[in-house]
């Protein structure tokens, strides 16, 4: 009977311990894909990256998907973002010491 009792805690204990692994990786993924759209909006293309990459590292795994593909999602399009040019109209919104592209 006591070996019963054992394994049946074990067993919870491991649930919850899942529980809070998955809660941890779905907080951390959308903390940081938050962080990485708040840069790659000021154009901060390098600390969005960084951000992006991050973030996808610490949800890894099969507990929140939604979130890695959100995080590859933004990945995509900060390469894109790199790679076009800083309309003048845009450059005069984020205000003079910003540096453009071209």
């Given at each position: 009977m006591q070996f019963r009792n054992v394994r049946s805690r074990a067993q919870q204990d491991a649930q919850r311990s899942l529980a809070a692994v998955k809660?941890?990786?779905?907080?951390?993924?959308?903390?940081?894909l938050e962080y990485a759209k708040s840069y790659l909006s000021r154009r901060d293309f390098q600390n969005a990256k960084a951000t992006a990459i991050e973030g996808r590292r610490l949800c890894r795994g099969p507990?929140?998907?939604a979130v890695e593909e959100q995080l590859d999602d933004l990945i995509r399009e900060i390469h894109v973002a790199e790679k076009t040019p800083l309309k003048h109209s845009e450059a005069a919104e984020l205000g003079p010491n910003m540096p453009t592209n071209g």
């Open positions: 809660e941890m990786a779905k907080t951390r993924g959308e903390t940081y507990f929140y998907l």
